[in-house]
C-alpha cells in the first residue's frame, strides 16, 4: 500500500476531473520529490508529489514562473495543490542529457545548456526573491563531506585532518564569496537538463535557486559528477563561455584567468559537497546508487586542486585515505 498515490489518485480524478488516464513513473530524484507521467486523450502531464512534511512546492512554483519569464524551457505549472504538495506540470520528455551526450553530440547540447545558463545569468538580481548563497551555507554544504563521507562512511577521525580540512573549506568559501551574484541554479548538469525539439534544453529540479557565485551553474555542467571530459576540453568551453558571455554585467572586469581560478575553486567545493550527500544518500535514505559516483566526483578534486597550494592537505587526504578507502566500503551486493 502507498498512501501518498492513493491519495495523488484521487487528486487527478476528483480535482482535475481526469476520468480516464494512465500514470507511470516518470522519474525520482534525490529528495522525496516523485514524478509520474500521466497520459490522458493523447495528452502527456507530469504529476510531481511532494510530501509536504519533508517538501515545500512554493519555491518550485515560484522559480519556475520566473524562469519561464526569463525565456528558459522550464515545465509549466498547469495545477497546484500546495496543501497536500501535488503538482501537475507540462511534460518535457523522457530524453536526459546524460544518456544522450556523446563525442558527436556533445558540443551542440552544451551549447544549447551554456546559452540558456548566460540568458539565466542576465537575469537582474532584485528581479525575484531568492536565498544568499552565503557563507553559512557554503560551509554547512561541505560539512557534509566530514559529517557523512569521512566520519560516517569511512570511519576517518583524525583531529589533524579535521584542521586542514577547515582550512581548505575557509579557503574554498572566501572564493566563492569574491564571485559577483547571479541566479545560481544549483544542480545545473545531465540529470536534470532534457533534450528537447523545441528551445533546447528543458530545465529541471531548479526549486533550491539562490543568488550565488558566478560560476557555480558553468561548474556543475562541465565538471559533472555523472560525467567526465578532458581536462582540456573542459577549459576550452570554460574559456568560451567567459568570451560569449561578456556582455554579462557579472563579468565585467573578469579576465580569464581569474574566471579560471574561480571555476576551479568553485568545483572543488561542490564536489565536496555532492561527495557528502552520496554518502548520505546511502547512509541515511538507502539510495546506494550514487555511491559510484564518489571517484569521479572526488577525482575532480584531486586534479583542480594541483593548482592550488593551500589545498595541498586536502588532496593528500583525499589520495593517500579517502579514495583507498571508497572501494573497501563499498556496500554489499
Known amino acids: 500500500m502507498d498512501p501518498r498515490y492513493q491519495l495523488l489518485e484521487s487528486w487527478v480524478r476528483e480535482q482535475l476531473g481526469f476520468k480516464e488516464y494512465h500514470l507511470a513513473p516518470a522519474s525520482s530524484d534525490a529528495s522525496f520529490r516523485r514524478y509520474f507521467r500521466l497520459a490522458h486523450r493523447g495528452a502527456s502531464h507530469i ?25 528558459l524551457n522550464v515545465p509549466r505549472i498547469l495545477e497546484t495543490d500546495l496543501r497536500q504538495g501535488f503538482l501537475l506540470l507540462s511534460d518535457l520528455g523522457d530524453r536526459p542529457y546524460l544518456p544522450a551526450l556523446n563525442g558527436e553530440s556533445v558540443q551542440r547540447l552544451y551549447g544549447d545548456a551554456c546559452r540558456a545558463l548566460r540568458r539565466l ?4 538580481v532584485d528581479e525575484v526573491e531568492l536565498p544568499s548563497y552565503d557563507r553559512t551555507l557554503l560551509m554547512n554544504e561541505m560539512g557534509l563531506f566530514r559529517a557523512w563521507l569521512l566520519t560516517r ?22 572564493s566563492a564569496l569574491e564571485q559577483p551574484l547571479v541566479w545560481v541554479h544549483r544542480d545545473y548538469h545531465s540529470r536534470n537538463l532534457m533534450v528537447t525539439e523545441a528551445d533546447n534544453p528543458g530545465v529541471l529540479d531548479f526549486q533550491d535557486a539562490v543568488w550565488g557565485p558566478l560560476t557555480y551553474d558553468l561548474v556543475s555542467l562541465l565538471r559533472d559528477c555523472y560525467i567526465r571530459w578532458p581536462l582540456e576540453q573542459v577549459m576550452a568551453w570554460v574559456d568560451d563561455y567567459h568570451s560569449r558571455a561578456a556582455d554579462l554585467p557579472a563579468l565585467a572586469a573578469v579576465d580569464r ?12 567545493q561542490r564536489h565536496l559537497k555532492a561527495a557528502g550527500i552520496f554518502a548520505r544518500l546511502y547512509h541515511r535514505d538507502g539510495k546506494p546508487g550514487y555511491l559510484g559516483d564518489v571517484p569521479r566526483t572526488l577525482g575532480y578534486v584531486v586534479e583542480a586542486g594541483a593548482a592550488y597550494p593551500e589545498l595541498a592537505a586536502l588532496r593528500t587526504l583525499i589520495i593517500e585515505q579517502v579514495l583507498p578507502g571508497l572501494e573497501a566500503a563499498q556496500p554489499s551486493r
Open 47 to 71: 504529476v510531481m508529489d511532494a510530501p509536504p512534511d519533508k517538501e515545500d512546492c512554493r519555491p518550485f512554483v515560484k522559480v519556475a514562473r520566473a524562469m519561464s519569464a526569463r525565456g
Open 121 to 124: 545569468q542576465g537575469a537582474p
Open 153 to 174: 562512511h569511512l570511519g576517518l577521525h583524525a583531529e589533524a585532518d579535521d584542521e586542514a580540512l577547515m582550512r581548505s573549506c575557509e579557503f574554498l568559501a572566501a
Open 257 to 268: 584567468a581569474q574566471f579560471r581560478r574561480w571555476f576551479d575553486l568553485m568545483g572543488i
